[in-house]
T-cell receptor, first 114, second 113 residues
Framework: AQSVTQPDIHITVSEGASLELRCNYS??????LFWYVQSPGQGLQLLLKYFSGDTLVQGIKGFEAEFKRSQSSFNLRKPSVHWSDAAEYFCAVGLPNTGNQFYFGTGTSLTVIP | NAGVTQTPKFRVLKTGQSMTLLCAQDMNHEYMYWYRQDPGMGLRLIHY???????AKGEVPDGYNVSRLKKQNFLLGLESAAPSQTSVYFC????????????FGDGTRLSIL
């Protein structure tokens, strides 16, 4: 069965520190991969996506993610975290031939210490 | 740009009552989705639609019904609300084709007493 795992439920970092959020997926073929961010009381906003090609993708707000086929991972990174980055982050897999259904991870909550 | 609009934003129901959540998108998207979000469980797909007049079950469809009579609207119904349906409900839409990013509404917070 397809699945998306975000092993870190909650992460705390200091403002200005680097950040890496982990995401692993289980799927037979290379899926379409996404990272979304959710601020409190808001819907999900797309940060970045990977379809094919260059395995390092750039997104909005200074985020990037690297696709590693051998590890079935798609980790999200940011070199220097800002207080406004505090939010919930979701990794998602888009499945072909399913009406573009997504499978979401359970999310990682990020706290930023001033 | 309105994008995806959900109505209402908050609602409190008593067990056994019925209600309909409305999702409207102005992006001419073919595909639409209803999710529920519960603590520690991420987003789970309830029902989805790949076009006007079509609907399909997702991961957790029991207790819900949907309709897509117009391309821009996707309705989620609870016929007899139960406390287990207390959740935050999100609607999303996307263009046709695999791998297109989903666009989300701001959610409806529903409490069943």
């Amino acid at each position: 069965a397809q699945s998306v795992t975000q092993p870190d439920i909650h992460i705390t970092v200091s403002e200005g520190a680097s950040l890496e959020l982990r995401c692993n997926y289980s799927y037979g073929a290379t899926p379409y991969l996404f990272w979304y961010v959710q601020s409190p009381g808001q819907g999900l906003q797309l940060l970045l996506k990977y379809f094919s090609g260059d395995t390092l993708v750039q997104g909005i707000k200074g985020f990037e993610a690297e696709f590693k086929r051998s590890q079935s991972s798609f980790n999200l990174r940011k070199p220097s975290v800002h207080w406004s980055d505090a939010a919930e982050y979701f990794c998602a897999v888009g499945l072909p031939n399913t009406g573009n259904q997504f499978y979401f991870g359970t999310g990682t909550s990020l706290t930023v210490i001033p | 740009n309105a994008g995806v609009t959900q109505t209402p934003k908050f609602r409190v129901l008593k067990t056994g009552q019925s209600m309909t959540l409305l999702c409207a998108q102005d992006m001419n998207h073919e595909y639409m989705y209803w999710y529920r979000q519960d603590p520690g469980m991420g987003l789970r797909l309830i029902h989805y639609s790949v076009g006007e007049g079509t609907t399909a079950k997702g991961e957790v469809p029991d207790g819900y019904n949907v309709s897509r009579l117009k391309k821009q609207n996707f309705l989620l119904g609870l016929e007899s609300a139960a406390p287990s349906q207390t959740s935050v409900y999100f609607c999303a839409s996307t263009r046709t084709g695999t791998g297109q990013p989903q666009h989300f509404g701001d959610g409806t917070r529903l409490s069943i007493l």
